[in-house]
């Protein structure tokens, strides 16, 4: 009904996968693993705890969309899970490196070379083609335009007709997946979305996610997505959920309305923990 793609036995398989590494001290297949990450802004009496020691382990060629009423913490694991942050203790590993430990000159490269983003806000500079657009990941990291890449990302996204345009020249769901051919374009270990199917509406917003389902189904891609929408978060495997800046649960083959129904759970308690501060 949602369009999701297609999910059986590889789904299994992508479940059992999960089980064994929760918990597990090594994670051998984990894309992204962070151990007891916290992230505290400001100090003393204003101090907030965006993070209070999140442990997750997000396998490989999976897609994990993460969920929680507003102030959770969501922004601030992506960016933490994705080394555009520094958490203030933990350790957060892409495979086997520790992202915490890292110079920042080496993060810089690392992001470019082995992680991929997606904004709601696309993101594309408008005075290059669709084609430059999708190289720019690449030349960004010294590598040489490979075209014919280039040719085989917009061809996954279906837009290989217009590598020629510019942004201005595609619609809002046209502009998006050039930014997940972008996003791909260098093979990362993983995705991250944060909020991609904000600015789209329902037919849009439906395509984006089949495309992302995609391509873990079909490239091995790994996907890490934030979102508010019930119905984008059930194109995922696992639906992790924050509150508070604690995990609050996980839902494995999610539908919208189970989704929807854990985010009203959350809500509640939130609401009754601000009552009683
Ligand atoms: P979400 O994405 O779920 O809305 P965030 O990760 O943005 O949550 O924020 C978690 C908490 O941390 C919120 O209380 C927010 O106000 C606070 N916060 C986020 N960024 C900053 C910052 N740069 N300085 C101070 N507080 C912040």
Redesign the pocket.
């Known amino acids: 009904m949602f369009g999701r793609g297609s999910r059986g036995s590889r789904q299994a398989e992508q479940e059992a996968g999960y089980t064994a590494h929760l918990g597990a001290p090594v994670a051998v297949d984990s894309a992204v693993r962070l151990d007891a990450v916290t992230k505290t802004?400001?100090r003393g009496n204003s101090a907030?705890h965006?993070l209070r020691g999140i442990d997750l382990s997000i396998p490989r060629s999976t897609f994990t969309a993460v969920m929680?009423p507003?102030?959770?913490?969501?922004?601030?694991f992506l960016h933490c899970a994705a080394g555009l942050d520094r958490p203030d203790a933990g350790r957060v590993l892409l495979g086997t490196d520790d992202l915490t430990r890292m110079k920042e000159n080496d993060l810089t490269r690392l992001r470019r070379t082995r992680l991929g983003f997606v904004f709601q806000a696309f993101n594309l500079l408008p005075s290059l083609t669709v084609e430059k657009n999708v190289l720019l990941p690449l030349r960004l990291a010294g590598e040489r335009a490979d075209r014919r890449r280039a040719a085989e990302v917009l061809t996954m996204v279906g837009l290989d007709n217009h590598a020629g345009r510019r942004p201005a020249q595609l619609s809002g769901g046209q502009q998006q997946r050039v930014a997940i051919a972008r996003a791909l374009v260098t093979r990362p270990d993983v995705l991250f979305a944060d909020e991609p199917t904000g600015a789209l509406d329902t037919t849009t917003a439906a395509e984006v996610l089949t495309l992302l389902r995609r391509a873990v189904d079909d490239s091995g891609a790994t996907i890490v997505m934030v979102t508010h929408d019930p119905v984008a978060a059930s194109y995922a495997d696992r639906v992790v959920f924050?509150a508070a800046g604690n995990l609050a649960g996980e839902l494995y083959r999610p539908t919208p309305e189970a989704v929807a129904a854990r985010m009203v759970d959350l809500s509640q308690v939130g609401a009754r923990q601000g009552q009683a501060a």
């Open positions: 802004y400001g907030v965006a929680g507003s102030g959770s913490g969501k922004s601030t924050l």
